[in-house]
């Protein structure tokens, strides 16, 4: 598994990644065939990325890091009933989602709370000590949404998907995945209204 710590907020990659030859669509069929290849080139692609979103939703890389695995388990096994009707990256996110899922509610800890040395962002040179703790406040602010929330947060925000492609990924009505972010976003307005900008 990937043992990076510092969470960078990107856009998921188009299914094509840059000097690959194999869509993701192609490379899940071949799984589905038997080609090993080709599941550890989608480990390549996406584990990283996966393992993010999970450790954003869980707090924790120790689960983070199971979720991934786990993800790539259900495509080994799956693999060959995949229709390849939506992206295989809003794919693996729904799976991913429903495994976080499955991982708070089997781990009654408590609510998460994201490691103090895990940054969210990466800070620039010039970043004050006043803008690194905003960023913590944020950071913990988001930790402790109820886990729907946190979870239509962490793809709306950090993993960039639209309204539609939440819906997609959760199996969730669109109604119910806009409703989330309204009662998310009012969370943290009210949990972060102390905080001002420079």
Known sequence: MVGCHTLQTARPEKDVQAGSTESDANLVVAVGAGDMSALGELVDRHQQKIMLFAYRTLGRWDLAEDVAQDVFLRVHRSAARYKPTANVTTWLYRIAAN??????????RGPVSIADDADLSVPA???TLEAR????????AVAAL????????????????SHQEITETTGWSQSAVESL??????????????????
């Open 99 to 108: 495994l976080s899922l499955d991982a708070i509610r089997r781990d009654k």
């Open 125 to 127: 040179r010039g970043d």
């Open 133 to 140: 703790e905003r960023v913590d406040m944020v950071r913990q």
């Open 146 to 161: 109820p886990d729907r929330q946190r979870v239509v947060v962490n793809l709306h925000r950090y993993e960039g998907l």
């Open 181 to 198: 972010l309204v009662r998310a976003y009012a969370n943290l307005r009210e949990s972060l209204s102390g905080l001002r900008e420079p």
